[in-house]
């Protein structure tokens, strides 16, 4: 058994942590020595170990336990459950699974996971369940994510991969040492650099940009919210509509046309179609010219100071910065490209601190040098299975087996769910339209959870499996872009009964025959050693000597140097187009796409366009719901893990979620500060907590996500949600057919001060256990 030292390491997406600790338990997690800015996320994981919301025996709901896969699943969420013991449940779940790939085949398991449930590559719940569902035949599953789904479709067909989403973003101190301006459509926000999948040594962004303002470069924030970018990097504050980025580019890249700014030579060596989009843009094609008047209209951004930076933009060397949440809203696809498309009429694509990056700011170390190493992880194996639905349409698959859809120019069909297996991530907080989803849910044959909390997702399950924290088991945690190799200790024994999904796996496997193929003979050590010792030969390959493993699990963590080459994104594109030709059609970048094109999609053209969101400002709709919900990332916990911790509670108001709102629209409501207040459009209702704030702009509302979803009736969709949690108000709606993203951020509402009865939060009261009769 792997000892823990005695000063151990927690590593979690949030930041590392040292651990002090006092009679054997954990004190306090400490910021890690080389980190200059510790995320306080961290103060809610000690006191949570042992919060009323834990999970200590694995749980059945009461009709399922009497009547099996047969029981109703409209009683998901109201129902009490029954304690059982591990055994009992192991042959209940084992059991369920096996009747339904027999029954049904194994596409009718849907194997739901998020990958931010752990930032361990082996206790990582994704990778264990995934492997385990393979092993025992396979399971349909989800492509893409939550946070950029609508980029990663359109990205690869415009640059042929996803070079300036994922990876090859040019690195902060290129930016800082030659970019002289940051245009940052939908701003650089702290509060979303506090968290990077996989890790983090350093947290980077704040250092990066006050080095940026302190060389003299200029900070232009375009975005509804004034503290997207803190007050004290001096950043200009466009405070634009939501919605419209595309068409405030538009107008920018019409008067880099009509007064001969675009960069003509770069247009025709290294990109394709611009005499294609350019009808559009002048308008020829449509008899409307994308002008600053034009977008001025739309956006809001007053048509000379459109203009004037238009101009600046090509008079200066200029990294065009897009974040993951503009492209998160009705035809999400859009901005991304018209981003990539207005820096290649700058032509400063490939040099040093110009041209494009999507996703700076959105989480850490996204500009931070990378290692140019593939870690080790815990691997899935190979699927059986080969449906798949796009992430954001489980909604879709369950309420609609068997209907047509399209993806990315396929016609595809869902497939027929009846089990769905959940380990990592809440989809009652991440997904959409929440009661249309709470309708979805009760489709299902069967639900099982491996949860350590009562949350949402455990509440509305036939068959509930507690699982241990991480600080409750021994991990190792590698990024690349964080150049991090970390030992994460276990700190505390397991609450109750919990198992890591590992154990719970392991077992389930035995039970149906795959033992071998999912444990491969190894317990946790053996394959923490594994996993090291295969890090060890690939950063040997690079000329780094790391220690052996005893040594290496004493210290903690590694931060290895920065690359002393650090390539701008394209830049070996540029200085020779057709030798470093793109994986695109073309081999170059399309500004048209002749395969785009063929799909024949009315809701994402040939090239990059203004296409008038469902909802927005400008919408006839906006005359029932005049107001703009923005439902963004929140501060003080990671999407809605920890939220019944101490840090994510103290930000509550009278225990609810605070929604900023600017003073005109309150006063105009009778809204004052503190005043609980209730959120509603034609799909839901929610109360929050008003704060008065002149950092939204004018029309918009700005509630975080994360709450626990807490209904007044469980169970019963349209109830009113007492907590604050957004999605039972923005609407379930793919970003277009190429992409079907989410589109959250399109979501009209209206706003008044409850003056009724409050009603008790009861998010972080554990549902009733009852007796087994």
């Known amino acids: 058994m792997l000892k823990t030292p005695a000063r151990p390491t927690v590593a979690t997406h949030w930041g590392t942590y040292r651990v002090r600790m006092s009679e054997g338990r954990p004190a306090e997690l400490e910021g890690f020595e080389q980190d200059p800015a510790p995320s306080p996320i961290a103060r809610s994981m000690i006191g949570a170990l042992d919060d009323p919301t834990r999970i200590e025996k694995p749980m059945i709901r009461a009709s399922f336990l009497e009547k099996g896969h047969r029981a109703t699943g409209a009683g998901r969420g109201a129902e009490p459950f029954v304690a059982v013991d591990w055994p009992e449940a192991i042959a209940i779940a084992a059991g369920e699974l096996d009747r339904v790939r027999k029954e049904h085949g194994n596409g009718a398991i849907f194997g739901g996971s998020y990958g931010w449930a ?86 980077i962004l704040a250092e990066s940009l006050e080095a940026f303002a302190a060389n003299g470069g200029e900070l232009i924030s375009v975005t509804p919210i004034r503290d997207d970018v803190e007050e004290r990097f001096g950043a200009t504050w466009l405070p634009i509509a939501p919605n419209t980025d595309t068409a405030l580019m538009l107008g920018l890249a019409h008067t880099l046309w009509s007064e001969g700014l675009h960069d003509k030579a770069f247009l025709a060596r290294c990109t394709t179609g611009f005499d294609k989009f350019l009808p559009y843009l002048s308008g020829e094609s449509d008899g409307i010219a994308k002008t600053a008047e034009w977008a001025a209209a739309i956006c809001g951004i007053d048509a000379e100071a459109i203009r004037s930076l238009a101009r600046r933009m090509a008079a200066q060397r200029t990294m065009i910065m897009l974040a993951w949440a503009v492209q998160r809203a009705d035809h999400g696809e859009q901005p991304c490209w018209m981003a990539i498309t207005l820096a290649a009429m700058l032509g400063q694509i490939g040099l040093p601190g110009g041209g494009f990056g999507i996703g700076y700011g959105s989480v850490n170390g996204i500009g931070n040098p990378i290692l140019d190493l593939a870690w080790p992880s815990f691997s899935q194996g190979s699927n059986g299975v080969d449906d798949y639905i796009p992430v954001a349409r489980i909604s879709d698959l369950l309420l609609k087996p068997g209907e047509p859809y399209q993806f990315n120019g396929q016609e595809r069909r869902y497939a027929d769910i009846r089990l769905v297996y959940w380990a990592g991530g809440n989809p009652f907080h991440h997904h959409q339209d929440l009661n249309r989803f709470l309708e979805a849910w009760k489709r299902p044959e069967v639900t099982i959870v491996h949860e350590s909390w009562w949350n949402p997702l455990a509440r509305h399950a036939d068959i509930v499996l507690p699982v241990t924290t991480q600080l409750e088991r021994n991990d190792i945690v590698c990024s690349s872009r964080d150049r991090l190799l970390a030992a994460s200790h276990r700190v505390a024994a397991p609450f109750g009964q919990a198992r890591n999904d590992y154990d719970i796996f392991g077992a389930l496997a035995a039970a149906l025959g795959a033992e071998a193929t999912f444990t491969e003979g190894r ?103 005049p107001l703009h919900l923005i439902s963004n990332q929140p501060k003080t916990k990671l999407h809605s893990q920890y939220d019944q911790g101490s840090h994510s509670r103290a930000a509550k108001i009278r225990g609810r979620e605070p929604v900023r709102i600017h003073p005109a629209d309150a006063q105009a409501r009778g809204i004052g500060d503190g005043d609980i207040v209730r959120l509603f459009n034609d799909r839901g209702a929610c109360l929050a907590a008003a704060v008065l704030s002149e950092a939204v702009r004018p029309g918009v509302l700005q509630l975080a996500t994360g709450a626990w979803f807490d209904p007044a009736m469980p169970g019963v969709s349209g109830s009113l949600e007492k907590h604050g949690n957004p999605n039972v108000l923005t609407h379930d709606l793919g970003t277009s057919r190429l992409g079907q993203g989410p589109s959250a951020q399109s979501c009209l509402v209206e706003i008044e001060r409850h003056d009724g009865d409050v009603p008790p939060v009861t998010a972080f009261d554990p549902p009733p256990i009852v007796n087994r009769s």
């Open 523 to 625: 317990a946790e050590e053996a394959w923490l050693r594994f996993l090291y010792e295969t890090a060890q030969e690939r950063l040997a390959g690079l000329g780094f000597n790391p220690p052996d493993f005893e040594t290496f699990w004493e210290e903690g963590a590694l931060l290895f140097p920065e690359p002393e080459r650090q390539p701008s994104l394209f830049e070996a594109f540029r200085q020779d187009p057709a030798a470093n030709a793109l994986p695109t059609p073309s081999g170059r970048i399309e500004i048209w796409s002749d395969r785009i094109a063929s799909f024949g999609y009315d809701d994402c053209l040939g090239h990059p366009a203004w296409l008038e969101p469902r909802e927005w400002l400008g919408a006839g709709k906006a005359a029932r719901f």
């Open 118 to 203: 752990s930032a361990g590559r082996f206790h990582h719940a994704q990778s264990q369940i995934h492997r385990f569902l393979n092993a025992i035949g396979g399971y349909t599953r989800s492509v893409g994510n939550y946070s950029y789904a609508a980029a990663d479709a359109i990205v690869p067909h415009v640059v042929g991969d996803r070079r300036g989403l994922v990876t090859d973003h040019t690195s902060w101190p290129v930016i800082i040492r030659h970019a002289r301006m940051l245009v940052m459509f939908g701003g650089l926000p702290l509060k979303n650099s506090q968290v990077s999948s996989g890790g983090i040594g350093r947290h």
